[in-house]
């Protein structure tokens, strides 16, 4: 399946050589969108022989110093939680003559941004977060392309259960977390935007990826 994804997009990529494309990349948390982002850097760089970037929109994210003095810390990871200042720099950057832009850093140990990263234009971009296709939306004058990572919310669930416990962390704190945030962004925000996808992918239980959900037989 990431042979025939890989195939997909470097015929949308092709025909734009030397020129700065983009494709965003979302889902719900805990689906694997980093890890996928960063299959395709590596399988389009060999393919196309072309710089290829991530850029997390986790790096948008307000500090939480200012989410708390807003009363959004409770939705951290919900559009609002994002900095629009700063992602409206970052589209300004790529419709930009530059040949150099700066995009935040955020590190998931420590749950901030806390680093910035310099990318080299032309360059294709995969922009990876829960307001990836949004993000996108902004730039017009950049050719673009919408994946949506789909998968059961059972499975998103343990996923996210997994996750919590490699980081050392509370398993019941992070299941009240899921249910408190994660899965209220899912269904009020997150899930809209796979209507707005070029190509949406649906994620098996053993990680597997194919291009349509399955059907439901009752």
Known sequence: ???QLTDQLQVFLA???GRTRLIGLTGSVASGKSTLAETLRARLSEALQESVNVVGTDGFLFA???LRERGLLAEKGFPRSHDDAKIARFCEQLESPAHQISVPIYNHEKMAVDSTVHIELPSVIIVEGVIALSVLA???EVKR???YLDADRED???WYSERVARLGRS???GVRVWHAVNLPNLTLHIEAQRARADIVLWKRRDHSLSLSRP????
Not at 215 to 218: C, H
């Open 145 to 147: 392309c919408g994946l």
């Open 156 to 158: 998103l669930l343990r």
């Open 215 to 218: 059907q439901v037989v009752r």
């Open 1 to 3: 399946m990431i042979d």
């Open 64 to 66: 939480d110093e200012t």
């Open 171 to 173: 398993l019941e704190l």
């Open 15 to 17: 025909p734009s050589v």
């Open 138 to 140: 902004r730039v017009r």
